[in-house]
């Protein structure tokens, strides 16, 4: 089946310091993949996505690149800020398969200053 | 972005009474709505997934006679909890695509339902 997986939260870092959220999918087709961040009492936002392999998406400084060979999305983040505090879901989505998202667990990230 | 809009944002309501969440796109037509309910720390659970003058169509162990959703238009989806129980206390999403035009899923703001 389809699943998504990231890395457990809650992550604390320092102001500036460099993020990494890992995000492994599997998939029975040819997935689109998404990062969303949701802000407290908040709906999700779309951060950034990626079609096929080897895309690279980017938004406010936060990349991920859409590995195929390792089946991966990783979210990073050279320098992070306090008002990137917030919980972020990885998720696929396949069009021919009704076109669901499906959502990792998400993970919470606090950044202190 | 496009806009979603959900309403209302808070509600609170006594045990036994049914609840209605209101899903708008606000400036293009939702051809596709979901619904979603997303429990404290974990992630969201899609409940079920409508297309505009069609019934729902629900995921599996969701009960399709207690959460009601219609999509009688390209610019409205409700979801009605009906007769409520504490249980059912949790935080429902909608989003809505427009699949004519192959848009991302815009997001709603989410309401925090409470059963007392």
């Known amino acids: 089946g389809n699943s998504v997986t990231q890395m457990e939260g809650p992550v604390t870092l320092s102001e500036e310091a460099f993020l990494t959220i890992n995000c492994t999918y599997t998939?029975?087709?040819?997935?689109?993949l998404f990062w969303y961040v949701q802000y407290p009492g908040e709906g999700l936002q779309l951060l950034l996505k990626?079609?096929?392999?080897?895309d690279k998406g980017s938004n406010k400084g936060f990349e991920a690149t859409y590995r195929k060979e390792t089946t991966s999305f990783h979210l990073e983040k050279g320098s992070v800020q306090v008002s990137d505090s917030a919980v972020y879901f990885c998720a696929l989505k396949i069009y021919n398969q009704g076109g669901k998202l499906i959502f990792g667990q998400g993970t919470e990230l606090s950044v202190k200053p | 972005g496009a806009v979603v809009s959900q309403h209302p944002s808070r509600v609170i309501c006594k045990s036994g009474t049914s609840v209605k969440i209101e899903c708008r796109s606000l400036?293009?037509?939702?051809?596709?709505m979901f619904w979603y309910r997303q429990f404290p720390k974990k992630s969201l659970m899609l409940m079920a997934t409508?297309?505009?003058?069609?019934?729902?169509?629900?995921e599996q162990g969701v009960e399709k006679d207690k959460f009601l959703i219609n999509h009688a238009s390209l610019t409205l989806s409700t979801l009605t909890v009906t007769s409520a129980h504490p249980e059912d206390s949790s935080f429902y999403i909608c989003?809505?695509?427009?699949?004519?035009?192959?848009?991302?899923?815009?997001f709603g703001q989410g309401t925090r339902l409470t059963v007392v």
């Open positions: 990626a079609t096929k392999a080897d």
């Open positions: 400036d293009f037509q939702a051809t596709t």
């Open positions: 989003s809505a695509e427009d699949r004519t035009m192959n848009t991302e899923a815009f």
């Open positions: 409508s297309n505009e003058g069609s019934k729902a169509t629900y």
């Open positions: 998939a029975t087709g040819y997935p689109s």
